[in-house]
Every structure is written in C-alpha cells, then in structure tokens.
T-cell receptor, first 116, second 115 residues
Framework: DAGVIQSPRHEVTEMGQEVTLRCKPI?????LFWYRQTMMRGLELLIY????????DSGMPEDRFSAKMPNASFSTLKIQPSEPRDSAVYFC??????????????FGDGTRLSIL | AQKITQTQPGMFVQEKEAVTLDCTYD???????LFWYKQPSSGEMIFLIY??????QNATEGRYSLNFQKARKSANLVISASQLGDSAMYFC????????????FGAGTILRVKS
C-alpha cells in the first residue's frame, strides 16, 4: 500500500520566492495534517483538515502561509513570500476514520525546505 | 504550559539490552491517548505504539511496550533487546482536541545503541 507521498523531497529557493509543497494522503484517509519540524521548536502542527475542510489552522505562523485541500487525494501548503526563517522540514500526515481515536497518523517522508 | 515532557535529551544502551524512554504528560481530559513515534536519521516518522487512557493493560507491539502509569501521568516506552537499528530520535505525543485529531509532540529523546 502506498503511504503518504510528499513532493518535493528537497527544495532550495531564494528569499521572496513562492514555495508550494504537495501531499497525497493515503487512499481512504479522511484527515490530513501539515507539520513543521525545526531544531528550536520541534514538531508543530500547522493545520489539519477533516473531509477536505480546514478544522484548525491556529498553528499557521502568519498570513504568508496558506493550505488547501481541493479533494480527498491532494493538499498543498504554500508560502508566499518565503523567508529564511521558514527553513525547516515540513511533514504531511494522514489518518483514517475507522477504528476511532487509536488510529495513528501516518507521516510522509517530509520536504526539507531551505530558504537562502 | 508544556503538555508532553521528555526529560532525556539523549540515551545510550548496549545492544541486546532493554531501555526505557521517559514521557510525562499533562491533561485534564479523562479521555486521551498517547503515541510513540520513531524518527531515524533518514528523517521519516514511524508510528510505534499507542496507549489509550481507558486501556486497562499496557500496550505492547513486538519489542516495544508502554509502561503506562496513569496516576503519575507517565507513558514510558520500553524497548527490549535493543538493536543497532533502534538508534533514532523517539517522540512521545498526546492526542487532544474535540475530535481527538490533534497531536502534541514532546521534544524527543535521541537513542544510540552501542555494539
């Protein structure tokens, strides 16, 4: 079974450029999560969706960040304009509804983003 | 206030020995759950084990088990018969939120297995 697929795996871009990270959740999963991992702040939840609807975006750092989930099999996290402090590993995770609360979130391999 | 505390930044264990990674949590909810994830140097996050607050028995998954002490609010991960491949960062996480979907992660513990 295919896991969560993220692209690109690595992104290096200059400050001020728009960055788009992509995620394909596991088929049949109805919840999708975007996380950011840094040395200073650890793993932080940015936003999550249930059934393609954003439920909690309180972790989104500022208006430069936006996320969409146009359908059940695709989500994007966009940063515009990007800044060096956005450099981090960004993870996407998905979770199925069946089985209730004990279902784990399954993570993609992450996108390592470097803003110069 | 920090909800998940992992007090051990780094741990060493000899191959084939058991090791315990500490995790304490803070919540006023009656229903909650705790997860452990492994992050090897390659970077991916791998789910290991889950413990629900109402589970009467400690969770076990192969060489992984949870030492769940509800009154102390601790959910320590025990890895038995350590292998070199167990060297990784380990994260404890607690689910929260009305729909139980949000995970709050601890800072992690780096485990190094020595041969």
């Amino acid at each position: 079974d295919a896991g969560v697929i993220q692209s690109p795996r690595h992104e290096v871009t200059e400050m001020g450029q728009e960055v788009t990270l992509r995620c394909k959740p596991i088929s049949g999963h109805n919840s999708l999560f975007w996380y950011r991992q840094t040395m200073m702040r650890g793993l932080e939840l940015l936003i999550y969706f249930n059934n393609n609807v954003p439920i909690d975006d309180s972790g989104m750092p500022e208006d430069r960040f936006s996320a969409k989930m146009p359908n059940a099999s695709f989500s994007t996290l966009k940063i515009q304009p990007s800044e060096p402090r956005d450099s981090a590993v960004y993870f996407c995770a998905s979770k199925g509804a069946s089985g209730g609360y004990n279902q784990p979130q399954h993570f993609g391999d992450g996108t390592r983003l470097s803003i110069l | 206030a920090q909800k998940i505390t992992q007090t051990q930044p780094g741990m060493f264990v000899q191959e084939k020995e058991a090791v315990t990674l500490d995790c304490t949590y803070d919540t006023s909810d009656q229903s909650y759950g705790l997860f452990w994830y492994k992050q090897p140097s390659s970077g991916e996050m791998i789910f290991l084990i889950y413990q629900g607050s109402y589970d009467e028995q400690n969770a076990t998954e192969g060489r992984y088990s949870l030492n769940f002490q509800k009154a102390r609010k601790s959910a320590n991960l025990v890895i038995s018969a350590s292998q070199l491949g167990d060297s990784a960062m380990y994260f404890c996480a607690m689910r929260e939120g009305q729909d139980g979907n949000k995970l709050v992660f601890g800072a992690g513990t780096i485990l190094r297995v020595k041969s």
